[in-house]
């Protein structure tokens, strides 16, 4: 159960962070990525530790292994991308560079659906 949580986390954390180039072209998987992607930004804009950590945390005891007192980013991601470990700074960026990545996705598919809307107009 433990691996499945964790798996889940890592799962939820890429989508969050890469659904919007998924979702170009597909209007349906929007309605699935932007509710997540404003929760990962919340989540990290204001310091919020995800509800699946203290999941994990439980099924840590459980197993008799450490339970860690940060967010999953900041134990299983952040040590692998930025050593030194998660500063409220990095945290707050980390929400801006979603915002931005996944806004660049979406406007690129809005952009794409007005120039589709152009052509049909201009030799319908």
Known sequence: MFELVVLVHFVFIAWVAIGGLLAIGRWRLCLLHLPALLWGVLVEWNGWICPLTPIENE??????????HTGFIENY??????????????????????VLANGIAYGFMIHRHFLKRAEVRHHG
């Not at 998660?86 to 707050?92: H, I």
Request: hydrophobic residues 55%.
């Open 59 to 68: 099924l840590r005891a459980g197993r008799s292994m450490p339970v860690y």
């Open 77 to 98: 991601l952040i040590p692998v991308i930025y050593p030194d470990g998660l500063t409220r700074d990095l945290q707050m960026a980390l929400a801006v560079f979603l």
